[in-house]
């Protein structure tokens, strides 16, 4: 599992749980490299 | 490695690389990382929750693998007035791999995400912290300060109203990146 596990609210909510799924953090940064077409930085608050 | 790249604007574009990450070190699981993680909770300092990982990309300057260099205080935030303080603690990264968006070269070696620490200053316990970072490759989802400066001066300016609080401040908040969410580091 990919986040602070020894957090159990952390993989509960938002992109703490999409994160999650993904059993290791290489196979979550192989799908966030693919990510082509989403608009990085619109959203600086 | 730099190099420079004339483009068609005139403009002179730098481009780089990085060290890069594979993925053994990327997959080494350290109870003690994720542990340093979940105690950088700081309620009420970032309690914005993107609700996807798509959602996280658009509200950072840049996604990338780093490792956690050191830690060391940063220039705190006064108030106005002077012995009004509230310090930061600085998670250096030395930067792997460009996921998503882009690294300025300035950043290429290093750079600094400026945490919320509180109203005392952070070197008492700096060497424990320091010493219970993770060792291995961390994910950050980043929003630069000068992107979060911008937006503000930005805002500021269609209202019609004056840049509050000084340059100084501006100035500061530049040299630093943030995590976008407490969800925004991951092990």
Known sequence: MVGPAGDPEWASVGMAREASAYPTLSELVAYLRILDSVPVGTNIG | ?187
């Open chain 2, 1 to 187: 490695m730099a190099a420079g790249v004339a483009t068609t604007s005139g403009v002179v574009a730098t481009r780089y690389f990085l060290p890069g990450v594979d993925d053994a070190a990327l997959d080494t699981y350290r109870q003690s990382d994720v542990e340093f993680i979940a105690q950088l909770g700081m309620p009420g300092a970032m309690d914005v929750v993107p609700s996807t990982l798509k959602e996280a990309i658009t509200m950072s300057s840049v996604v990338l693998v780093g490792e956690i260099a050191d830690v060391r205080p940063t220039e705190p935030v006064t108030g106005e007035v002077r012995s009004d303080k509230v310090y930061g603690l600085g998670m250096v990264v030395r930067p792997l791999e460009v996921i998503q968006g882009s690294l300025p070269l300035r950043f290429r070696d290093e750079l600094t995400i400026d945490l919320l620490h509180g109203e005392t200053h952070p070197a008492s316990g700096l060497d424990e912290v320091r010493e219970r970072r993770p060792k291995g490759p961390v994910v950050f989802f980043l929003r630069s300060g000068e992107d979060a400066v911008n937006r503000f001066i930005d805002s500021w300016k269609k209202e019609g109203k004056p840049v509050p609080g000084g340059t100084a401040r501006l100035d500061r908040d530049r040299q630093y990146y943030g995590l976008v969410s407490y969800h925004g580091i991951l092990v």
